[in-house]
């Protein structure tokens, strides 16, 4: 799963095995999609090797960030489908002057690019679906986002977006802080850097995170929903 067998030794696998890390995913509560920093200047507007992609934004990531947005248009339309809250979380360049960039290195797109902190039209939120600014790393440092999935009842955090070594990450570790169940969509989060992105997400899902494919997550929440509704 997700890519960390040829990264992460068996041996270190099996040191985590033997701790009890890695538990198992609870689909029975209230969801929700969470869409972090999905935008252009993550992504580039070419499907093409990081490298390429960086000659456009230098925090591009170019094919990944395609191949994630396709599996995030999967998720929005079955979460829309069956009339479940999308939340999109996004860096705040008009405030990074204010408050400092994401990372230590102030991150070199220019403010005056506009589009660069767009959201790709093919995902992009409908009318209602909430757009949550942050200034740092996690989707919850100083932002709404806990309050806004607390009144919606929502109880478990389905994760999107990029960089998975980066805000992925951050925000994950703060969601299950918070007490979500947190689960990764590991075919619509992506990093840079393959080796980073597969580290993490083994990291993840041993601590903080499930891990599960677009059309695995999908699947077991309508399972559960369905017998909900039996029921009832």
């Known amino acids: 799963m997700a890519g960390w067998e040829d990264v992460v030794p068996e041996s270190e696998r099996e040191i985590y095995r033997k701790a009890g890390f890695g538990t198992s995913t609870r ?45 995030i248009a999967v998720a929005l339309d079955y979460f829309r489908g069956a009339d479940l809250p999308v939340v999109y979380v996004c860096a705040d360049g008009s405030l990074r002057d204010v408050y400092g960039a994401t990372t230590r290195m102030r991150s070199p797109v220019s403010l005056k690019d506009n589009e660069a902190f767009e959201i790709p039209g093919m995902i992009a939120p409908r009318e209602g679906e909430p757009i949550v600014k942050k200034t740092k790393a996690s989707g919850f440092f100083r932002t709404p986002l ?24 951050a925000s994950a570790v703060d969601s299950h802080s918070l007490g979500f169940e947190t689960i990764l969509l590991e075919d619509a989060v992506w990093d840079r ?11 993840l899902s041993m601590k903080y995170a499930s891990v599960a494919s677009v059309d695995e997550a999908c699947a077991q929440i309508a399972k559960y929903r369905s017998g909900k509704r039996v029921s009832e």
Not at 41 to 55: N, T, Y
Not at 147 to 156: E, G, Q
Not at 193 to 203: K, L, P
């Open 146 to 169: 806990d309050i806004l999935l607390r009144k919606a009842s929502v109880d478990t955090v389905l994760m999107a977006g990029c960089t998975t070594s980066g805000c992925i990450r």
């Open 27 to 71: 689909w029975n509560g209230k969801p929700a999609l969470v869409i972090i920093d999905a935008l252009w200047s993550f992504i580039g507007h070419e499907p093409v090797d990081v490298l390429k992609a960086m000659d456009e934004y230098p925090t591009a990531c170019g094919k990944p960030g395609w191949d994630g947005l396709e599996k």
């Open 193 to 203: 850097s393959y080796f980073s992105h597969a580290v993490s997400m083994f990291e």
